[in-house]
Structures are given as structure tokens and as C-alpha cells.
């Protein structure tokens, strides 16, 4: 079972950015799709963005235009900027991987070969 490994969490304040990356050690496949969720204390999960290989990419309303994914020369996956943050951005953010793309629904649609990690916290303070 392969595991996801997400960083790039931290504390800023209101207006900052953050870049979120989500690791997968050993991806043996051609393709990929990458959810992002968050979690806020007491609330449900969310599905904040996804990026599948194919380029297909789905945002939160709340976050279209200050969330994009970019080219991570460290990594295998898309790193996602997070600008413009605000206080409702705080939470727990988590990845998963996915062979398969994005779907109507706006998640990755396909088989989870790497779930949630551990995840990384971002904390925005106005």
C-alpha cells in the first residue's frame, strides 16, 4: 500500500501564502489524480482541489483563484499554492492519490492506491 506524505502546512496570517506538496514514494503508474481535503475543527472534510495528469483540475468555489496547482521539480505530484489565505482556510489538509481523473463530481474518480496521510496543518490568523 503505498502512503502519501503531505508537508508544507504552517502558521501566517491573513493574506499570506502557503505551498502545500503531496508526496507518493514509489508511484509506479502512468497516471495520477490528486485530491486535496481539508478538515476544520468540527466540521465535516471538504474537498478543497484536485489535479489529475491528464490536466483536468476541480476547485472549491471558496477557493478558486487564490488555490492553483503548479510543477513540483521535487516532487511527482503537483505542489499546491494557497495565496490569499483568510482565516476560514484553517484546517487540517490532507492527499490522496489516485489512478484515474477528475470527474463530474469534481473529485478524482478511479482506484485509491495511496489514501490520506498524516496530513499537514494550516493555521491563517487575522
Known amino acids: 500500500q503505498l502512503q502519501t506524505v503531505e508537508s508544507g502546512g504552517g502558521s501566517v496570517q491573513a493574506g499570506g501564502s502557503l505551498r502545500l506538496s503531496c508526496a507518493v514514494s514509489?508511484?509506479?503508474?502512468?497516471?495520477?489524480?490528486i485530491d486535496w481535503f481539508r478538515q476544520a475543527p468540527g466540521k465535516e472534510r471538504e474537498g478543497v482541489a484536485s489535479?489529475?495528469?491528464?490536466?483536468?483540475?476541480n476547485y472549491l468555489d471558496s477557493v478558486k483563484g487564490r488555490f492553483t496547482f503548479s510543477p513540483d521539480s521535487a516532487e511527482n505530484t503537483p505542489y499546491l499554492q494557497m495565496n490569499s489565505l483568510k482565516s476560514e482556510d484553517t484546517a487540517m489538509y490532507y492527499c490522496r492519490a489516485v489512478v484515474g481523473s477528475v470527474g463530474a463530481g469534481g473529485y478524482c474518480n478511479g482506484r485509491i492506491m495511496a489514501d490520506w496521510g498524516q496530513g499537514t496543518q494550516v493555521t491563517v490568523s487575522s
Open positions: 514509489g508511484w509506479p503508474y502512468s497516471r495520477y489524480c
Open positions: 489535479i489529475a495528469s491528464d490536466g483536468r483540475t
